[in-house]
Antibody, heavy 116, light 108 residues
Framework: EVQLVESGGGLVQPGGSLRLSCAAS????????MNWVRQAPGKGLEWVSY????????YYADSVKGRFTISRDNAKNSLYLQMNSLRAEDTAVYYC?????????WGQGTLVTVSS | SYVLTQPPSVSVAPGKTARITCGGN??????VHWYQQKPGQAPVLVIY???DRPSGIPERFSGSNSGNTATLTISRVEAGDEADYYC???????????FGTGTKVTVL
């Protein structure tokens, strides 16, 4: 059974940093491209970042480019999102999602709250 | 950046057909995917590559895509279909993935 489990969310002050993790199981993690998608409270879905299976190709949404860094460790079956210079508008549930064009499996999400 | 526009809400009686549109410039040239999200839950893929259904998704869910509009159709609507629905594409010109604005489906 494919499982994606996010962790690392919490309360952080504006300008602070946080690192999210996504632990994958039930499939060959190193063969799949991965993404982070977020959802602000009461709002729609927003794609955040993509990473290829090897980690060699990375893309970011304009809203996070230069502040967030996506990475992966295929030996540990894990995906990461390093978030720096956090702003109030980054407050959201962050999901990791498997896929290239479509996202066929999603984690349950981890809540990030940016507030003083 | 590429924009996908959905109606904010659609209401439908049980047993009837719900149609949710997703508008985008020449969206017919792209592959469209659809997600269902119930309150407090992660999104679930219900249609991929315009009209394919993942295993476990009822045949009542179907999709089409042409011109500037993609459509998700839910036939014989049930109370359990009440949820938010999002369309999504891969904008190859930017390599960004883009979600639609979302549609809340209410079963009357």
């Amino acid at each position: 059974e494919v499982q994606l489990v996010e962790s690392g969310g919490g309360l952080v002050q504006p300008g602070g940093s946080l690192r999210l993790s996504c632990a994958a199981s039930g499939f060959t993690f190193s063969s799949y491209e991965m993404n982070w998608v977020r959802q602000a409270p009461g709002k729609g879905l927003e794609w955040v970042s993509y990473i290829s299976s090897s980690g060699s190709t990375i893309y970011y949404a304009d809203s996070v480019k230069g502040r967030f860094t996506i990475s992966r460790d295929n030996a540990k079956n894990s995906l990461y999102l390093q978030m720096n210079s956090l702003r109030a508008e980054d407050t959201a549930v962050y999901y990791c999602a498997r896929g290239t064009s479509d996202f066929d499996y999603w984690g349950q999400g981890t809540l990030v709250t940016v507030s003083s | 950046s590429y924009v996908l526009t959905q109606p904010p809400s659609v209401s439908v009686a049980p047993g009837k057909t719900a149609r949710i549109t997703c508008g985008g410039n020449n969206i017919g040239s792209k592959s469209v995917h659809w997600y269902q999200q119930k309150p407090g839950q992660a999104p679930v893929l219900v249609i991929y590559y315009d009209s394919d259904r993942p295993s476990g998704i009822p045949e009542r869910f179907s999709g089409s895509n042409s011109g500037n509009t993609a459509t998700l159709t839910i036939s014989r609507v049930e109370a359990g279909d009440e949820a938010d629905y999002y369309c999504q594409v891969w904008d190859s010109s930017s390599d960004h993935r883009v979600f639609g604005t979302g549609t809340k489906v209410t079963v009357l």
